[in-house]
């Protein structure tokens, strides 16, 4: 990843999982900066598969979040979050999550649903 280090990684895992950590399934990079391909321009594609839709608490508390990390790092980290029963749904069909499915990165996911 030529445009996220590890220090920002695990500061945006953190910060995210502040948040929501019980609806989490996993994070995961997609896009330029998975790929390799980001230039100093490009944004941070982060997806967030949930066990069920963020309240409107939560959607304002990571929205904060990712305010301060865009200011702090002078980047636009675009965070989207998906269903992760409507992910599996419809991975096969639509375009978006079956290039997410292949070329993403998972920054997280629990213990017990990570690969050996």
Same mark, same amino acid.
């Given at each position: 990843?030529?445009?996220? &280090?590890? !220090?920002?990684?695990?500061?945006?895992?953190?910060?995210?999982?502040?948040?929501?950590?019980?609806?989490?399934? +996993?994070?995961?990079?997609?896009? *330029?900066?998975?790929?390799?391909? &980001?230039?100093?321009? *490009?944004?941070? &594609?982060?997806?967030?598969?949930?066990?069920? *839709?963020?309240? !409107?608490?939560? @959607?304002? +508390?990571? *929205?904060? $979040?990712?305010?301060?990390?865009?200011?702090?790092?002078?980047?636009?980290?675009?965070?989207? &979050?998906? @269903?992760?029963?409507? $992910?599996? @749904?419809?991975?096969?069909?639509?375009? $978006?999550?079956?290039?997410?499915?292949?070329?993403?990165?998972?920054?997280? @996911?629990?213990?017990?649903?990570?690969?050996?």
């Amino acid at each position: 990843m030529k445009g996220l &280090d590890e !220090k920002i990684t695990g500061e945006l895992v953190a910060g995210i999982l502040n948040v929501i950590e019980e609806k989490v399934i +996993r994070i995961v990079l997609y896009g *330029s900066v998975a790929r390799g391909t &980001d230039t100093k321009e *490009s944004d941070v &594609d982060v997806a967030l598969l949930l066990t069920k *839709s963020m309240d !409107k608490d939560e @959607e304002e +508390r990571l *929205s904060e $979040f990712i305010v301060d990390m865009n200011l702090k790092y002078d980047k636009v980290f675009s965070v989207i &979050d998906i @269903e992760y029963n409507i $992910f599996c @749904e419809w991975k096969a069909i639509i375009p $978006f999550y079956r290039n997410m499915e292949k070329e993403g990165i998972i920054l997280w @996911e629990p213990e017990a649903a990570a690969k050996p």
